[in-house]
């Protein structure tokens, strides 16, 4: 049925193209490695660039006491001892590098007088280690690596979806995929595959990923091409998301209006952050904050749209020019709000995913054989919650690592695995969604399975209610069978809505099966049925398909560490 189709040979492709995909693509040509950087959004606009906190790293440039093993000791009290030692060892000891690596790109860092690397205190943090640029550190960070890529001549081709990672003896090869715009098919051999293409937090109907991002992806490749999903269920609410409009609910309201001085009240006018946290108030960690809201919402306190209010307008206007620019002219653009003298209407939202594709914590290795995965796609950094600014760095230092890694597997493979088998089936996959005609609507299934994630799968969980979930998870799996799929003049999103329709119900279910087997709280992880931690559960879950979780041992954490985790104080900080 296909028309065209391209062939492209590389040493490795890396799929995504926002901070972690590019760091990896970026790694491999300063190393003169033949690299293919693909994506299905613009690489300017990447998920990354929405980042707006900071990026962490123990430069001690601010407060001299700071080192590695305290940053690695916080993280691992933060992640309720989820978070893999030795990733998160490699990670804190490595970001000093990938701050370098960055400065080294022409990131424009904040600076105090003198001209060292300011840092702010970001969330639970025992020292001031958060390096920023304004609010908007993400998109600075796209910006350098995406500078440093053309500088380097990476090919990244930003218009092509990945149907489906091409295997043989458990060994990677390449991919499949097409063109979202013109159709045309690509074939891409490679020695090593580089998975960077985000989480699954699209698929609740309030989310903080955009139209079309973090749906699943990673998850659906690296499953059918063999590999497993660790911790799904863990996924991170934040605590303010605004309600509308429609196509831009869970937008996020930065976490910096609270930590101005911004006030929570529910429906009543109450300021109900006395009932959950009385001595932190709405400084409280993102977990708290957000089940506290939560909670009032379900318990009829709520807004008449389901929210509750963040109100800052008692704040000096010039403070809020100042320190909460994005916050006012995003409002502003979609609500014609003005924070200044109105409160703002917000409910929690689907933000990060804490899980992902099972990885090797020194090479992020998936157990296929040249198959990585870096970012949020990745698992083992977070744990059941993950430290603020913990996500950029992880970016720098396994793009680095990874990239490294894959050089190293491409070099020293003896010859190119192809399977003729392998093509034939991503081939006859695409064309059979071509040739669905169903009646049944991509975009409506893709919506009811974030209703059923946002009912059944939200911020507190019980077992009658993901047992629900799952049923109606079968029912839509049924329906999409009979989808049809309709490119048109203006391109072949609807062949990839398909896809990510597919790539969202596999996701769903790991997420409710692993849900449904951590039967206790812990972190961003809360079952009103077990609302006690339990200690047995003091393991991994792991998915690798339609009710197969298992139970993974986490290492014991080193004894140099553990002595250094300690409560920390969050007197007038802003806790993550």
């Not at 970001?95 to 690397?117: C, K, Q, S, T």
């Not at 990244?156 to 979202?180: E, P, Q, S």
């Not at 003005?338 to 998936?366: F, L």
């Not at 203006?490 to 119900?505: I, P, R, Y």
């Amino acid at each position: 049925m296909y028309t065209s189709e391209r062939r492209i040979a590389t040493s490795v492709l890396v799929i995504g193209i926002g901070g972690s995909g590019l760091r990896a693509a970026i790694e491999l040509a300063e190393r003169g490695v033949d690299v293919l950087a693909v994506g299905k959004r613009p690489k300017t606009d990447a998920h990354t660039s929405l980042a707006a906190g900071g990026i962490n790293a123990a430069l001690a440039t601010i407060d001299p006491e700071d080192t590695w093993q305290q940053h690695a000791a916080d993280t691992l009290k933060e992640s309720y001892l989820l978070a893999n030692p030795n990733t998160v060892r490699i990670v804190t000891e490595g970001a000093a590098r990938g701050i370098a690596d960055l400065e080294r790109y022409g990131m424009p860092f904040a600076r105090e007088e003198d001209g060292r690397i300011s840092q702010r205190f970001f969330g639970a943090h025992t020292y001031r280690r958060t390096a920023f640029a304004g609010d908007y550190t993400g998109l600075e960070i796209q910006r350098t690596l995406v500078d440093r890529a053309a500088r380097l001549d990476i090919p990244v081709l930003d218009t092509m979806y990945v149907t489906k990672l091409l295997v043989h003896d458990n060994a990677v090869f390449g991919a499949y995929g097409f063109d979202i715009e013109d159709g045309t098919r690509y074939v891409v051999h490679a020695d090593a595959v580089i998975l960077a293409a985000g989480g699954h937090t699209r698929i609740w109907r309030r989310t903080s990923s955009r139209r079309d991002e973090n749906t699943g992806d990673s998850f659906r490749l690296a499953v059918e091409a063999g590999g497993r999903i660790r911790d799904p269920e863990l996924v991170q609410f934040h605590p303010s998301g605004i309600l509308h409009p429609e196509n831009a609910a869970g937008t996020l309201v930065s976490e910096a209006a609270r930590g101005e001085g911004g006030i929570l009240r529910n429906a009543l006018g109450e300021r109900f952050m006395s009932r959950y946290d009385p001595a932190r108030m709405e400084l409280s960690t993102r977990d708290r904050v957000a089940l506290a809201a939560y909670t009032e919402i379900k318990a009829g306190r709520g807004t008449a749209n389901g929210g509750v209010w963040l109100d800052v307008s008692h704040l000096p206007r010039e403070t809020i020019m100042s320190r909460l620019p994005r916050v006012y002219q995003t409002l502003l653009e979609l609500q014609m709000l003005d924070i200044t003298t109105s409160p703002i209407e917000i409910a929690p939202t689907a933000h990060y995913s804490m899980g992902g594709v099972w990885v090797r914590p020194e090479d992020h290795g998936t157990g296929v054989d040249g198959l990585y995965a870096i970012g949020e796609a990745s698992s083992g950094l977070h744990g059941a919650n993950r430290l603020g600014g913990n996500s950029l760095i992880e970016l720098l230092v396994f793009g680095r690592i990874v990239g490294e890694a894959a050089a190293e597997y491409s070099a020293g493979l003896g010859a190119q695995r192809r399977s003729a088998e392998s093509l034939d089936a991503a081939r006859a996959e695409v064309d059979g969604l071509l040739a669905a005609d169903g009646p049944e609507n991509v975009r409506s299934l893709q919506r009811a399975v974030r209703d059923t994630m946002t009912e059944h799968v939200g911020v507190v969980r019980d077992e009658t209610g993901l047992r629900r979930g799952l049923a109606e998870l079968d029912v839509i799996e049924a329906r999409i069978a009979d989808a049809g799929v309709h490119p048109d003049i203006a391109g072949f999103q609807d062949l990839a809505h398909a896809f990510d329709l597919k790539s969202a119900a596999l996701a769903a279910r790991a997420t409710i099966e692993a849900s449904l087997e951590r039967r206790e709280t812990r972190g961003c992880h809360n079952r009103s049925d077990y609302p006690d931690l339990d200690p047995s559960l003091q393991v991994n879950l792991v998915w690798s398909g339609p009710g197969l979780v298992e139970r993974e041992s986490i290492p014991p954490v080193p004894d140099d560490i553990a002595a250094l985790m300690r409560e920390v104080s969050t007197v007038g900080k802003l806790v993550e």
